[in-house]
Protein backbone atom coordinates (compact mmCIF):
# COMPACT_ATOMS: atom_id res chain seq x y z
CA UNK A 1 0.00 0.00 0.00
CA UNK A 2 1.11 3.28 -0.74
CA UNK A 3 0.01 6.61 0.92
CA UNK A 4 -1.04 9.70 -0.69
CA UNK A 5 -1.74 13.36 0.19
CA UNK A 6 -5.15 14.39 -0.79
CA UNK A 7 -5.59 15.87 -4.69
CA UNK A 8 -6.33 19.74 -2.48
CA UNK A 9 -3.48 19.79 -0.65
CA UNK A 10 -0.02 21.11 -1.53
CA UNK A 11 3.04 19.83 0.40
CA UNK A 12 7.31 21.57 0.39
CA UNK A 13 10.08 21.93 2.71
CA UNK A 14 11.86 24.60 3.55
CA UNK A 15 15.13 24.59 5.96
CA UNK A 16 13.30 20.72 7.19
CA UNK A 17 10.07 22.43 8.34
CA UNK A 18 7.00 20.78 6.12
CA UNK A 19 4.49 23.58 4.72
CA UNK A 20 1.14 22.45 3.72
CA UNK A 21 -1.36 24.37 1.30
CA UNK A 22 -4.92 23.18 1.69
CA UNK A 23 -6.64 24.73 -0.99
CA UNK A 24 -9.80 24.29 -0.43
CA UNK A 25 -9.74 25.99 3.06
CA UNK A 26 -7.49 28.31 1.64
CA UNK A 27 -5.21 27.80 4.23
CA UNK A 28 -1.15 27.24 4.74
CA UNK A 29 -0.40 25.07 7.71
CA UNK A 30 3.38 24.68 9.35
CA UNK A 31 4.45 21.55 10.65
CA UNK A 32 7.41 21.30 12.86
CA UNK A 33 10.65 19.38 11.48
CA UNK A 34 9.87 16.03 13.29
CA UNK A 35 7.39 15.70 9.92
CA UNK A 36 9.34 16.18 7.67
CA UNK A 37 11.05 12.96 7.75
CA UNK A 38 7.62 10.97 8.56
CA UNK A 39 5.76 12.59 5.33
CA UNK A 40 9.22 12.41 3.23
CA UNK A 41 8.92 8.29 4.24
CA UNK A 42 5.03 8.07 3.54
CA UNK A 43 4.97 9.86 0.10
CA UNK A 44 7.95 8.04 -1.14
CA UNK A 45 7.61 4.12 0.13
CA UNK A 46 5.70 0.86 -0.01
CA UNK A 47 4.06 -0.29 3.37
CA UNK A 48 2.25 -3.12 4.65
CA UNK A 49 0.11 -3.22 7.85
CA UNK A 50 1.14 -5.96 9.92
CA UNK A 51 -0.33 -6.24 13.46
CA UNK A 52 -1.90 -2.98 13.52
CA UNK A 53 2.02 -1.47 12.67
CA UNK A 54 3.40 0.15 9.39
CA UNK A 55 6.36 -1.29 7.71
CA UNK A 56 8.70 -0.58 5.11
CA UNK A 57 7.74 -3.19 2.79
CA UNK A 58 11.33 -3.46 1.00
CA UNK A 59 13.42 -3.36 3.97
CA UNK A 60 13.32 -6.23 6.61
CA UNK A 61 14.90 -4.15 9.05
CA UNK A 62 12.10 -2.12 9.14
CA UNK A 63 13.99 2.03 10.06
CA UNK A 64 10.82 3.81 10.29
CA UNK A 65 10.81 6.69 13.40
CA UNK A 66 9.52 5.49 16.47
CA UNK A 67 6.25 7.32 16.53
CA UNK A 68 5.67 7.01 12.74
CA UNK A 69 2.27 5.58 13.15
CA UNK A 70 1.05 8.37 15.40
CA UNK A 71 2.22 10.56 13.50
CA UNK A 72 0.52 9.46 10.36
CA UNK A 73 -2.48 9.37 12.30
CA UNK A 74 -2.41 13.10 12.82
CA UNK A 75 -1.71 13.88 9.36
CA UNK A 76 -4.95 12.26 8.74
CA UNK A 77 -6.88 13.53 10.97
CA UNK A 78 -5.64 17.26 10.24
CA UNK A 79 -6.21 16.65 6.67
CA UNK A 80 -2.99 15.88 4.96
CA UNK A 81 -2.75 12.71 4.26
CA UNK A 82 -6.19 10.81 2.85
CA UNK A 83 -7.65 8.37 4.96
CA UNK A 84 -7.56 5.56 2.07
CA UNK A 85 -4.83 3.26 1.28
CA UNK A 86 -3.65 3.21 -2.45
CA UNK A 87 -2.04 0.26 -4.61
CA UNK A 88 -0.15 3.29 -6.87
CA UNK A 89 3.08 5.02 -5.54
CA UNK A 90 2.20 8.70 -4.96
CA UNK A 91 2.52 11.35 -8.25
CA UNK A 92 4.72 13.80 -6.94
CA UNK A 93 8.05 12.31 -5.09
CA UNK A 94 8.32 15.09 -1.59
CA UNK A 95 11.50 15.90 -1.21
CA UNK A 96 14.09 17.64 1.08
CA UNK A 97 15.33 20.81 -0.06
CA UNK A 98 18.85 22.53 1.43
CA UNK A 99 19.06 25.46 3.23
CA UNK A 100 17.84 28.99 2.22
CA UNK A 101 17.61 32.11 3.48
CA UNK A 102 14.47 32.96 1.60
CA UNK A 103 13.72 36.00 -0.51
CA UNK A 104 14.54 39.47 1.53
CA UNK A 105 11.17 41.35 0.30
CA UNK A 106 8.01 39.57 -1.55
CA UNK A 107 5.92 42.27 -1.45
CA UNK A 108 4.49 42.47 -4.88
CA UNK A 109 2.26 45.90 -5.78
CA UNK A 110 1.61 47.44 -9.06
CA UNK A 111 2.99 50.52 -9.92
CA UNK A 112 2.35 52.51 -12.59
CA UNK A 113 6.23 52.40 -13.70
CA UNK A 114 4.93 48.78 -14.20
CA UNK A 115 3.31 50.47 -17.13
CA UNK A 116 5.61 50.19 -20.37
CA UNK A 117 4.93 52.07 -23.93
CA UNK A 118 5.23 49.04 -26.22
CA UNK A 119 2.15 49.02 -28.02
CA UNK A 120 -0.51 46.69 -27.83
CA UNK A 121 -4.01 45.85 -29.09
CA UNK A 122 -6.44 47.22 -27.32
CA UNK A 123 -8.58 43.76 -27.80
CA UNK A 124 -5.91 42.43 -25.87
CA UNK A 125 -6.26 44.61 -22.91
CA UNK A 126 -9.91 44.19 -22.84
CA UNK A 127 -9.11 40.66 -22.94
CA UNK A 128 -6.94 40.51 -20.01
CA UNK A 129 -9.46 42.74 -17.83
CA UNK A 130 -12.27 39.92 -18.59
CA UNK A 131 -10.00 37.55 -17.29
CA UNK A 132 -9.10 39.58 -14.08
CA UNK A 133 -13.12 39.46 -13.35
CA UNK A 134 -12.94 35.99 -14.17
CA UNK A 135 -10.59 35.02 -11.80
CA UNK A 136 -11.69 37.39 -9.10
CA UNK A 137 -15.38 35.70 -9.66
CA UNK A 138 -14.24 32.44 -9.02
CA UNK A 139 -12.19 32.76 -6.04
CA UNK A 140 -15.16 35.04 -4.47
CA UNK A 141 -17.34 32.01 -5.66
CA UNK A 142 -15.78 28.80 -5.67
CA UNK A 143 -12.83 29.12 -3.86
CA UNK A 144 -9.07 28.65 -4.47
CA UNK A 145 -9.68 25.36 -5.37
CA UNK A 146 -11.55 25.92 -7.86
CA UNK A 147 -9.20 28.40 -9.68
CA UNK A 148 -6.38 25.62 -9.66
CA UNK A 149 -8.83 23.28 -11.28
CA UNK A 150 -9.31 25.31 -13.96
CA UNK A 151 -6.25 26.22 -14.57
CA UNK A 152 -5.96 22.42 -14.75
CA UNK A 153 -7.97 21.92 -16.97
CA UNK A 154 -6.75 24.69 -19.43
CA UNK A 155 -3.65 23.03 -19.36
CA UNK A 156 -3.40 20.74 -22.63
CA UNK A 157 -0.90 18.21 -24.31
CA UNK A 158 -0.76 20.52 -27.28
CA UNK A 159 0.31 23.42 -25.85
CA UNK A 160 3.76 24.14 -26.73
CA UNK A 161 6.74 25.90 -25.12
CA UNK A 162 7.19 29.69 -26.17
CA UNK A 163 10.42 31.75 -25.57
CA UNK A 164 10.10 33.72 -22.49
CA UNK A 165 10.17 37.31 -24.61
CA UNK A 166 6.59 35.98 -26.19
CA UNK A 167 5.20 36.63 -23.22
CA UNK A 168 6.29 40.23 -22.83
CA UNK A 169 3.13 41.72 -25.21
CA UNK A 170 0.87 39.59 -23.21
CA UNK A 171 2.30 41.33 -19.56
CA UNK A 172 1.94 44.81 -21.21
CA UNK A 173 -1.61 43.69 -21.53
CA UNK A 174 -1.93 42.73 -18.16
CA UNK A 175 -0.32 45.34 -16.57
CA UNK A 176 -3.09 48.17 -18.40
CA UNK A 177 -5.94 46.39 -17.07
CA UNK A 178 -4.58 45.99 -13.49
CA UNK A 179 -4.10 49.76 -14.07
CA UNK A 180 -8.44 50.09 -15.12
CA UNK A 181 -9.44 47.73 -12.73
CA UNK A 182 -10.84 48.86 -9.65
CA UNK A 183 -9.61 46.14 -7.14
CA UNK A 184 -5.85 46.53 -6.35
CA UNK A 185 -4.49 43.53 -8.12
CA UNK A 186 -2.74 41.10 -5.90
CA UNK A 187 0.43 38.43 -7.07
CA UNK A 188 -2.55 35.20 -7.17
CA UNK A 189 -4.77 36.96 -9.30
CA UNK A 190 -1.80 38.37 -11.73
CA UNK A 191 -0.10 35.52 -12.27
CA UNK A 192 -3.36 33.41 -12.96
CA UNK A 193 -4.72 35.88 -15.23
CA UNK A 194 -1.09 35.66 -17.06
CA UNK A 195 -1.40 31.85 -16.72
CA UNK A 196 -4.92 31.85 -18.23
CA UNK A 197 -3.77 34.31 -21.57
CA UNK A 198 -0.94 31.91 -22.21
CA UNK A 199 -3.12 28.77 -22.31
CA UNK A 200 -5.32 30.18 -24.40
CA UNK A 201 -2.89 30.44 -26.82
CA UNK A 202 -1.65 26.65 -26.41
CA UNK A 203 1.73 27.96 -25.02
CA UNK A 204 2.99 26.16 -22.38
CA UNK A 205 2.78 27.82 -18.65
CA UNK A 206 2.45 27.57 -15.15
CA UNK A 207 1.44 29.28 -12.26
CA UNK A 208 3.44 28.58 -9.43
CA UNK A 209 3.41 29.52 -5.56
CA UNK A 210 6.61 30.03 -3.46
CA UNK A 211 6.73 30.04 0.12
CA UNK A 212 8.83 30.13 2.90
CA UNK A 213 9.04 30.51 7.07
CA UNK A 214 10.22 32.68 9.38
CA UNK A 215 8.73 34.83 8.83
CA UNK A 216 6.24 33.25 6.70
CA UNK A 217 5.75 34.30 3.00
CA UNK A 218 4.19 33.51 0.13
CA UNK A 219 4.10 34.88 -3.88
CA UNK A 220 2.74 33.74 -6.57
CA UNK A 221 4.39 34.10 -10.71
CA UNK A 222 4.34 32.41 -14.19
CA UNK A 223 6.72 30.37 -15.44
CA UNK A 224 7.16 29.43 -18.90
CA UNK A 225 10.26 27.56 -20.75
CA UNK A 226 11.89 27.41 -17.48
CA UNK A 227 12.16 31.28 -16.47
CA UNK A 228 9.54 33.07 -14.45
CA UNK A 229 7.91 35.83 -16.33
CA UNK A 230 8.30 39.79 -15.55
CA UNK A 231 9.20 38.74 -11.52
CA UNK A 232 12.63 37.85 -9.78
CA UNK A 233 14.13 35.25 -11.74
CA UNK A 234 15.58 33.44 -8.26
CA UNK A 235 12.33 33.02 -6.98
CA UNK A 236 12.17 29.42 -7.30
CA UNK A 237 15.69 28.81 -5.98
CA UNK A 238 14.60 31.94 -2.65
CA UNK A 239 11.45 30.11 -2.04
CA UNK A 240 10.07 26.55 -2.03
CA UNK A 241 7.48 25.98 -4.94
CA UNK A 242 4.73 24.54 -2.94
CA UNK A 243 2.29 24.56 -6.07
CA UNK A 244 3.55 24.73 -10.06
CA UNK A 245 0.24 23.97 -12.54
CA UNK A 246 -1.05 22.54 -14.71
CA UNK A 247 1.97 20.73 -15.92
CA UNK A 248 3.68 18.84 -13.45
CA UNK A 249 7.66 18.71 -13.24
CA UNK A 250 8.10 15.72 -11.13
CA UNK A 251 9.58 16.99 -7.46
CA UNK A 252 7.10 18.95 -4.90
Known amino acids: MYFHVHEYVYLTCFNDEVIVLDLCKDQYIILPDCFSEVICLALNNKFNHVRGK ?116 LVTALNRACFYFPVRTKCLEWSAALTFMGLKRKWKCNIEIGVQNLPFAAHAWVRANDKVIADTPNLPETLSVILSEPFIKGAV
Open 54 to 169: YVLANNVKNCLPKDFDEAIEYLREIGVLSNKNYNRPYSKPFKKRGFSAGAPNVDWRMSSCDLDNNKVPKKMILEAYFLLIKVYFILKVFGFYSLIKTIKRQGKDSCIEKDSKEYDI
